[in-house]
């Protein structure tokens, strides 16, 4: 099967400190990757350059085919790329309704069309009885949920999830995954990072671990978790 991302040789640097060097990995449509590592491992910078806030240094990042290195994260996001970072970005002064309606803007759909998704947007995600809220109302589950909600707004084909079960329930971590594998099954691939190793194993079953920038291991999470190698890069975080 054609890979939809292909990271390649990816290389990073920040005032000559190098955060990632040489990262290549790919991920299938349908598919689920963690990303996994200790603090500063580069992980969110991975992220950041796949989504085009970051611009690599060398290297190429491919969508389906295409360079989407180095381009706007707009430029990437209409490419079909939806993203949530670590704490979650929502517009706290506008109502649920309003933050995924930001997400329809240029979407060119007519007003009942665009009221019809946020409304099965809402009820996908549980958030149907709160859509009038203003935002900063929430309890933070659920603006992780609403940020969830929003970068599926336009149906991205790739979809990075930075943190999706820190600082929540249990039940909103239940719900995160159902989500997620629905999206998985209609052929979304999805990277995920995660420091939750009880959760993310019922999420995927494969793992990418980054120390220091560099790939250290891809496989099952089942072997990993029990390689010396990751338990000392943990440890030693």
């Known amino acids: 099967m054609t890979a939809l ?8 640097s920040f005032q000559g400190v190098r955060t990632l060097t040489d990262v290549t990995f790919d991920l299938e449509p349908g598919r689920i990757l963690g990303l996994i590592g200790p603090n500063g491992a580069g992980k969110t910078t991975m992220f950041n350059v796949i989504s085009g806030i970051y611009s690599a240094d060398s290297g190429r990042v491919l969508l389906d085919g ?7 994260p707009a430029r990437i996001a209409g490419y079909g790329v939806g993203r949530t970072f670590q704490v979650a970005r929502t517009f706290n002064d506008m109502t649920v309704a309003e933050n995924l309606r930001v997400a329809l803007v240029n979407a060119g759909l007519s007003g009942r069309e665009e009221r019809r998704r946020i409304t099965d947007m809402l009820d996908r995600v549980g958030l149907a009885g709160v859509r009038d809220l203003v935002v900063s109302a ?8 609403l940020e969830a909600a929003r970068a599926m707004m336009t149906s991205p ?3 990075i999830l930075d943190e999706p079960f820190g600082g929540v329930s249990a039940e909103v971590i239940d719900l995160l995954i159902h ?5 998985v099954r209609e052929g979304v691939g999805c990277l995920v990072i995660s420091h939750d190793i009880v959760s993310l194993p019922r999420l995927c079953e494969e793992v ?10 891809r496989g099952a999470i089942s072997e990993i978790r029990n390689d010396a190698r990751i338990v000392d890069a943990y440890l030693g975080a």
């Open 5 to 12: 991302l292909t990271v390649d040789h990816v290389n990073k």
């Open 66 to 72: 295409r360079d989407i290195t180095n381009r706007s």
């Open 138 to 145: 929430l309890p933070d589950g659920q603006k992780k949920l």
């Open 157 to 159: 084909r790739l979809l």
């Open 179 to 183: 989500i997620i594998r629905d999206l």
């Open 208 to 217: 990418l671990v980054l120390v220091e920038g560099k790939v250290m291991t």
